[in-house]
């Protein structure tokens, strides 16, 4: 399976695990999705940690905690025609590539990325988490690796 270099607004299909899921006692994701990378980091010792945001087809309960994704961006990335957010007040961390990682659905090559959000649509996803943040409306699941 290909391996893309994780950068901010790179889409991968990912077994993101969820703020409840996680306090129940789980360890892996109920469902693979996609999810849009937020922020990478490089540790003191050289490890790439990766901050993720899923996608979901729900719409959200408040609509300060997402962003939609545009039909055209969707169409772009390969993804189905239905509506679809990136949740902004929930996170997984995780060090790159980590277990979790899938191919997404139907490509040839095995790979783990759909594409790149559109620049302008990254910085709303970035400054609308940043607001979240400050208002302390996310949470962050740490991933084992």
């Known amino acids: 399976m290909p391996l893309p270099t994780p950068v901010p607004g790179l889409v991968i299909r990912y077994s993101f695990l969820w703020s409840h899921e996680a306090k129940i006692g789980l360890e892996d994701g109920g469902k ?3 999810c849009a990378v937020l922020l990478t980091t490089i540790t003191k010792d050289g490890q790439q ?3 993720v945001l899923p996608v979901t087809h729900t719409p959200p309960a408040d609509e ?3 962003v939609e994704i545009p039909t055209r961006t969707k169409v772009r990335l390969g993804l189905d025609d239905a509506r679809s957010w990136i949740i902004l ?3 997984n961390r995780f060090q790159w590539p980590g277990p979790d990682i899938r191919p997404v659905p139907g490509d ?3 790979s783990v990325a759909y594409g790149l959000l559109p620049a302008s649509l990254y910085e709303i996803v ?3 988490w940043l607001e979240a943040f400050d208002a302390r409306r996310v949470g962050q ?3 084992t690796s």
């Open 64 to 66: 300060r905690l997402a």
């Open 141 to 143: 699941v740490n991933r």
């Open 89 to 91: 007040s929930e996170a």
């Open 126 to 128: 970035r400054r609308k």
């Open 32 to 34: 693979d999705r996609p």
């Open 108 to 110: 040839e090559d095995g």
């Open 49 to 51: 940690i990766v901050t």
